[in-house]
């Protein structure tokens, strides 16, 4: 059986990259301030271990061409590697990801933990008709190339895994680093195919494996991808981590803490290289919505096409009890803060500076913002080469369902033939060639053994 409907929609919404985009990757984030008391969880934030030659040779090798970066689309450069050096002043170097020391994300149905594809559960993903076991999540403390703390820093590594078995390994390892004194925020996100890397238990899909490190520049940019054309902020809109039932049943061992920390609505946030993004989100003077925490409507958006009720969650100590304020919220999002009486956009903090209210002239202004309505500042849609629509052409052919079939359609001629997008349509088209030769050949053992018994063969 073809299992391609769970992707169809996460394909539409989440091509912000995810799973991920995932997922890449903000929906609203339940909580506090994140925690600055590092130390004190020493124990529970895994660190980079490094000796001092090994140190020295990370340092001069991430520092190699520092100056120099060769730039891609969008403010970024076209590698992975040279991403990490753009950052590296804000967020020091990317963790080493180890899948096997990650902390597995829970599933529950009805209280009890449960593996393997459902279609029914406690906390779903919210990303498509069904949510897999398996992923993994986990916290590191920034360190500098030479194995220095920043206390300031917190990278969250993101295992997605996207296969209902074992045999084929769909999904995404992406990780989000976040300095919550300037608000610098760096994406990074793994193509489809990870499969030379990660593995996935049988009984439980638990993903496993260790991703390429920045010390095998070439094989970390064969696991790792730049945004590029993709603005991560279209579902991470709010502040660089999504949060909800699903990453909060992840907790820090030993604590109820999630592995994701929240982030409350004075938290700063730009993004290193997406300096021509849409960084908006509404506000209303008095709002209650607002109170804890900055409210991206574009995210809700995407969960609420899950089927989620923000009223049904929201606020967690009263759910319901803000209806009129998230109304509020959704009419200044569709209609335009003009709509609303005391609605207003606002870019958020950033680099020691205030969040800020923008009007009609900002000049960032992206669709993804404006539901249902065209805007002039939208960027162009990638221009696809003639090579590479035949490969879309010859891809779409090997999909069998016709509901992922068209959504791949409706994405590319909405958004461009986006490398994410590309990325995705070729690993499912493998994994589907891989089935259809799995039951041919087991097709054709029955139809051989049929015949060695004296079965007619109809």
């Not at 590296?88 to 080493?96: H, I, S």
């Not at 209280?111 to 029914?120: C, N």
Request: net charge negative.
């Amino acid at each position: 059986m073809k299992r391609l409907h769970v992707y169809a929609i996460p394909l539409l919404v989440v091509l912000v990259v995810s799973l991920a985009a995932t997922m890449r990757l903000l929906e609203v984030p339940v909580g506090n301030s994140m925690a600055t008391d590092t130390s004190a969880r020493s124990d529970v934030v895994q660190r980079s271990k490094v000796s001092p030659a090994e140190a020295a040779a990370i340092s001069q090798k991430v520092s190699d061409s520092q100056h120099n970066p060769v730039r891609g689309t969008g403010g970024f450069p076209e590698t992975a590697f040279e991403y990490a050096q753009m950052c590296e002043a804000e967020l020091g170097v990317p963790p080493r990801v180890n899948l096997d020391q990650s902390i597995e994300i829970p599933l529950y149905v009805n209280g009890v933990r449960t593996y393997g594809e459902l279609f029914t559960c406690d906390n779903p993903t919210l990303l498509g008709k069904s949510s897999v076991s398996g992923s993994t999540l986990q916290r590191y403390e920034g360190k500098t190339a030479a194995g220095q703390p920043l206390p300031d820093v917190v990278w969250v590594a993101f295992g997605r895994n996207s296969s209902s078995s074992h045999k084929h390994v769909v999904g995404s390892v992406q990780m989000i680093g976040y300095n919550k004194k300037t608000g610098a925020t760096g994406f990074f996100e793994s193509g489809d195919r990870i499969g030379p890397w990660v593995t996935l238990d049988e009984k439980t899909l638990r993903m496993r494996g260790k991703m390429p490190w920045i010390d095998e520049p070439d094989e970390f940019n064969k696991a790792f991808v730049t945004p590029g054309d993709t603005q991560c902020v279209q579902c991470h809109q709010s502040d660089p981590f999504i949060t909800n039932s699903f990453i909060n049943a992840a907790k820090l061992p030993g604590t109820d803490e999630s592995v994701v920390p929240a982030l409350d609505a004075d938290s700063p946030y730009f993004v290193i290289g997406g300096e021509n993004w849409d960084m908006r989100t509404i506000h209303i003077a008095g709002n209650a919505c607002l109170e804890c925490h900055r409210v991206g409507m574009a995210t809700i958006d995407l969960f609420t096409r899950s089927a989620w009720d923000p009223n049904g969650h929201m606020p967690p100590h009263d759910p319901g009890s803000l209806v009129e304020d998230y109304l509020a919220l959704s009419v200044a999002w569709q209609r335009g803060p003009e709509a609303v009486e005391g609605a207003e956009w606002i870019i958020p903090p950033a680099r020691g500076q205030s969040r800020q209210v923008v009007g009609e002239d900002y000049p960032y202004q992206a669709a993804f913002n404006r539901p249902g309505q065209q805007t002039r500042r939208t960027g162009p849609q990638m221009v696809a080469s003639k090579a590479r629509q035949e490969e879309v052409a010859r891809l779409l052919k090997r999909i069998p369902d016709l509901g992922t079939r068209r959504a791949f359609e409706k994405w590319f001629q909405e958004n461009g033939v986006t490398e994410e997008a590309l990325e995705k349509l070729r690993s499912l088209s493998e994994s589907d060639a891989k089935d259809d030769a799995s039951s041919g050949q087991e097709a054709a053992e029955s139809h051989s053994k049929k015949e060695r018994t004296g079965q007619e063969v109809k």
